[in-house]
């Protein structure tokens, strides 16, 4: 094993490509958590709607549904029902031998499945060649994966599971006693001013026009992310996420006419700023002074 990690920390090319093919696997396990964690919070929910009144209805729809998590059941084809077998499971591979069809049924698969798992493995690279082999590009590599899943369920669900975000917001706590990418007092203040912000923001928005403009869970995405970069780097954060978030609001508005009450999701865009404040936050900080003071 030691001979593996010195082969790792001298050899570029090797631990780069490790990233690639592990972060390969991780994206297509990925597809399942984007997929399964909203339906699973949903069938939580009426559990707990059916607990709370005492639902005692012999309905079948009222019925405690068969075991669904991230394991069971085995993945399936949504039309015909034709198990995926291990060979029909490779990460992006699979998907170019089938032609992007079922080996069964012949029924098309999304291009997304495949498109998540090379994403989540170009990014893991990027992070791993940007710090090198070591604490930073592990830690680094890990919150890349659970904001791909993040952004993807918050695109398709407007939801950013507590089951993701508060895991990602005590493991950047949990890094700062080694000072990982900023010491504790950092991020602490990070997790707790990035929380705050978007919360004050959320209620003072509720307050003035009876609406609400987010949800929790940007509220504590970015407290997590705060726990990552310290309380330095959530300027940067607001600034790229609300950018961001306005252009492509005013050209969803523009696209579509008429809607412009249909609510955005957030999390994509705090997801990205997060990621690249990560990696680049000092960068962005001197490059936005230099521009200032310029």
Known sequence: ????????????????????????????????????????????WQREYQDYFGNDSTDESQQTPETFNLVKPDSTCP????????????????????????????????????????????????????????????????????????TFIDADKMLLPDELTLPLLWLGLGASVFTIFVPSSTAIIGATAGYLSLWSVYWLFKLVTGKEGMGYGDFKLLA????????????VIIILSSLVGAIVG??????????????????PYLAVAGWLTLLYGETIQQAYLAWVLQ
């Open 224 to 235: 997590a992310l705060g726990a990552f970069v310290g309380w330095q780097g959530l300027p």
């Open 79 to 150: 039309k015909c029902g034709h198990k995926i077998r291990a060979w029909e499971n490779i990460p992006v591979v699979s998907w170019l031998l089938l032609r992007g069809k079922c080996s069964n049924c012949k029924t098309s698969i999304g291009s997304r499945y495949p498109l998540v798992e090379l994403l989540t493995a170009l990014l893991s690279v990027w992070v791993a060649a940007h710090y090198g082999y070591g604490s930073e590009a592990l830690l680094g590599i890990i919150v890349t994966w659970v904001l791909v899943a993040l």
């Open 250 to 267: 005013i050209a969803l508005i523009t696209l579509r006419r008429n809607e412009s009450s249909q609510a955005i999701p957030f999390g």
């Open 1 to 44: 094993m030691t001979a593996v990690f010195d082969l790792l920390a001298q050899s570029p090319v090797f631990f780069l490509t490790l990233v690639f093919i592990v972060s390969l696997m991780v994206g297509s396990f990925l597809n399942v958590v984007i997929y399964r964690v909203p339906i699973m919070m949903e069938r939580s």
